[in-house]
C-alpha cells in the first residue's frame, strides 16, 4: 500500500478526523489515532507514532485545507524540496535519542594479560612497581543523556547515573550497600529527573519525539506509561530492533567522549565528572544536526545488510 495520500484523500482525512473530534469532544490525538488503526480501513502511515502526530495536526489546525504558504513547498516530500536539501528530510529533527552509556573508569582500561616487567633480575624492578596495588574493580561513572536537533541533552551536563542514585538513596540505609538502576527507579527518573529538565530546556514537549534503548526496563508497561506522562510521542519499542543500535547517533557521542578521555588518568571521581562535563559542553549544535542527519544513511546500511551490523 502507498504511503502517500493524494490531495483528495488528505482533506477527506483531515474531515473524517474533524468529525471524529465533534462526535467525541473529550478524545485527544491519541484516542483517535487508536480508532483509526483498529478500523477495517486504516490510514497508510508507517507507524503508529507517525499517525498520532497527523492526528495531533490535524487537530491542532482544525482545518481542512491547506494552511497558506508564503513561497515555501507545500510539503516537505515534494521532489523540489528534497532535491533543494540534498535529498535529506527532517523528520528526524524532532527526536529526543536517549540511552545510558557505558562505564568511564579514572584510570584507562587496559588488558591485564598484556601487562608485565620483563628484566634481566628482580633488583632491576622498581620498588614503586612491585608493590603498586591493582584495582579488582575501578571507580567510574555512569552518564544518561541524549541528543536532539537542539543539541545534547541536557545542555550542561549529563546526568552521573551512580550520583542520582544516592540521592535517592532511603534515609537510615545501609550506605556501604550498592544501589541498582531497578525498574522502579527508572519510572522515577523519568518523571523527575527528565520530566523537569525536558520541561526547562524544550519548553513545549508538544514537538518531542521520545526514543529509548530496547532494554528491559525500558520496554516495561509501567516504563512506557512514565514516557508517555512527559511526552505526548514516542518510538515504541515495538517500531525498534536490537541492530538499530548502530543506528542511534547517542551511540556516536558515547564513542567520541570515550576517545576524547582515552589515556588520561584522574585522581577523583570529581575530576573525571567535571573533564566529562566540559567535553560534553564542546558538541555544538551543528555537529549533533550533522550526526542526527545521517541516521537515514545508516538505516539503509542496516537494511542493506540484512539486519546485521554496519
Not at 486504516?42 to 487537530?59: D, G
Not at 529509548?212 to 512527559?230: F, G, I, N
Not at 530492533?241 to 582515552?262: C, H, Q, S, T
Request: with cysteine; proline share 5%.
Amino acid at each position: 500500500m502507498s504511503h502517500e495520500l493524494s490531495a483528495t484523500n488528505k482533506k477527506e482525512f483531515r474531515s473524517f478526523v474533524l468529525h471524529l473530534k465533534q462526535l467525541y469532544p473529550t478524545w485527544k490525538s491519541k484516542d483517535i489515532t487508536n480508532f483509526l488503526i483498529q478500523s477495517e480501513n486504516p490510514p497508510p502511515y508507517t507507524t503508529e507514532s507517525a499517525l498520532n502526530v497527523k492526528v495531533w495536526r490535524i487537530l491542532n489546525r482544525n482545518q481542512v485545507n491547506d494552511l497558506p504558504r508564503s513561497g515555501a513547498p507545500r510539503t516537505t516530500t515534494t521532489l523540489e524540496y528534497i532535491q533543494a536539501k540534498g535529498n535529506k528530510l527532517y523528520d528526524w529533527a524532532y527526536v529526543l535519542n536517549t540511552d545510558f552509556s557505558g562505564t568511564f573508569t579514572l584510570n584507562p582500561q587496559s588488558n591485564r594479560r598484556n601487562e608485565g616487567i620483563y628484566t634481566e633480575s628482580k633488583s632491576d624492578i622498581p620498588y614503586e612497581l612491585k608493590t603498586k596495588p591493582k584495582e579488582k574493580f575501578q571507580k567510574s561513572v555512569m552518564l544518561w543523556g541524549s541528543i536532539s536537533y537542539q543539541g545534547l541533552f541536557p545542555k550542561q551536563s549529563p546526568v552521573f547515573v551512580h550520583e542520582w542514585l544516592e540521592l535517592i538513596r532511603p534515609k537510615g540505609g545501609d550506605s556501604r550497600k550498592k544501589m541498582y538502576f531497578t525498574g522502579a527507579r527508572y519510572v522515577k527518573f523519568i518523571r523527575t529527573i527528565i520530566a523537569q529538565k525536558a520541561n526547562e530546556e524544550f519548553g513545549d514537549l508538544r514537538y518531542v519525539i521520545f526514543q529509548d534503548d530496547q532494554d528491559r526496563k525500558q520496554r516495561m508497561r509501567v516504563t512506557l506509561d512514565a514516557v508517555d506522562h512527559v511526552f505526548d510521542y514516542l518510538i515504541k519499542p515495538k517500531d525498534c530492533a536490537a541492530k538499530l543500535a548502530d543506528v542511534w547517533p547517542i551511540e556516536n557521542v558515547w564513542g567520541i567522549l570515550k576517545e576524547k578521555l582515552r589515556g588520561r588518568q584522574y585522581n577523583s571521581l570529581e575530576h573525571l565528572r567535571n573533564d566529562i562535563r566540559s567535553e560534553w559542553n564542546q558538541f555544538s549544535v551543528s555537529l549533533c544536526q550533522r550526526i542526527i542527519d545521517k541516521i537515514p544513511e545508516r538505516l539503509k546500511l542496516v537494511i542493506d545488510k540484512g539486519g546485521n551490523q554496519i
